[in-house]
Nanobody, 124 residues
């Protein structure tokens, strides 16, 4: 099966930076899209950024101009560089990937996978 492993969360001051990473592992054939979502307490889960295999990116309005997403297709890894952090960025961040993978038996299967979440806290 497929697993997403996230890292890089932590504590930062306003105006500071953090870099998140998410690596997919398993019997992977291809990854169509990877991205990051966050869900602050009392709020709905929202898109932070996403990236297609061809490099096309999409950003949530709240982070546009401050965050940058990238991916290493050879390593099945996506990164999120977060700059100019604000208090409002505080939330658990979840990695997401649209993956085509090999079944234990049978043909290829395509599914959405989620990481366990990594906490980002911005505080003075």
């Amino acid at each position: 099966q497929v697993q997403l492993v996230e890292s890089g969360g932590g504590l930062a001051q306003p105006g500071g930076s953090l870099r998140l990473s998410c690596a997919a592992s398993g019997r992977i054939a291809s990854i169509a899209a990877m991205g990051w979502y966050r869900q602050a307490p009392g709020k709905e889960r929202e898109l932070v950024a996403s990236i297609l295999r061809n490099g096309d990116t999409n950003y949530g309005d709240a982070v546009k101009g401050r965050f940058s997403i990238s991916r290493d297709n050879a390593e099945n890894t996506v990164y999120l560089q977060m700059n100019s952090l604000k208090f409002e960025d505080t939330a658990p961040y979840y990695c997401n990937a649209d993956i085509v993978y090999w079944r234990t038996s049978g043909p290829l299967l395509r599914n959405d996978f989620w990481g366990q979440g990594t906490q980002v806290t911005v505080s003075s």
